[in-house]
Every structure is written in C-alpha cells, then in structure tokens.
Nanobody
Framework: QVQLEESGGGLVQAGASLRLSCTSSGSTFGSYSVAWFRQAPGQGRKFVATISRNGIHALYEESVKGRFTISRDNSRNAVYLQMDSLKPEDTAVYSC???????????????????WGQGTQVTVSS
C-alpha cells in the first residue's frame, strides 16, 4: 500500500495561485486513482477534484471548475492540484487520497478512498 504526502500549501492573497503536490512512496502508485478533498474550519471534508490512474480523466467540484487543475506524473509518483484565482472561501486543509482501481474510473466519495495524506493548510486572505 502506498503512503501519500501533501506539500505546497501556504498563505496567499485573493487572486493568487498555489500548486499542491501529493507524492507517494509506493511502487504501485499507478494503480490508484487520486482525489483532493478539503476541510474548512467548522465544516466537514468535501470533494475538490479527482484524476484517473492514467491521468486522462478528471472531475471537479463545481465551485473550482475553471480555476483548479488536477494532473499527475506517474513517473514521479505525484499528483498536482494547480489552484488559480484563489478566493478566501478556498481556505481549508487540503488532503489527497487514493483508491486502488483496476480501471480508469474515479470516485468522489471520501469513504471510497483508503489511503490518505496528513493534509496541507491553504489560507487565502481577502
């Protein structure tokens, strides 16, 4: 089973960009679809974006469409979340999560992902 670690969070002003990275120590990373979730203060964890094993297919939560881009580089065991035009409401702890799959399907449900990183804080000031 792989282990996941996020990096790239920080404090930025509204309108700025950040790129989050999710890296894996395992050798079977290419067997996992990967998703990003976020948890704002006082709220539950919510789906942000997900990408298929081969990196061709992606799904986004409605509020981030056109601003966030998920991508992956299986040769580097990494998934990225490029976040542009950040808004204060994007402030949250962002976590990446993986699930083993035999196909290129993806899943938006937190409960369907069995491998999680520790999270990285993103704070957007107005």
């Amino acid at each position: 089973q792989v282990q996941l670690e996020e990096s790239g969070g920080g404090l930025v002003q509204a309108g700025a960009s950040l790129r989050l990275s999710c890296t894996s120590s395992g050798s079977t990373f290419g067997s996992y679809s990967v998703a990003w979730f976020r948890q704002a203060p006082g709220q539950g964890r919510k789906f942000v974006a997900t990408i298929s094993r081969n990196g061709i297919h992606a799904l986004y939560e409605e509020s981030v469409k056109g601003r966030f881009t998920i991508s992956r580089d299986n040769s580097r065991n990494a998934v990225y979340l490029q976040m542009d035009s950040l808004k204060p409401e994007d402030t949250a702890v962002y976590s990446c999560a993986g699930r083993v799959t035999a196909t290129e399907d993806m899943n938006l449900l937190e409960s369907r992902h069995n491998v999680w990183g520790q999270g990285t804080q993103v704070t957007v000031s107005s």
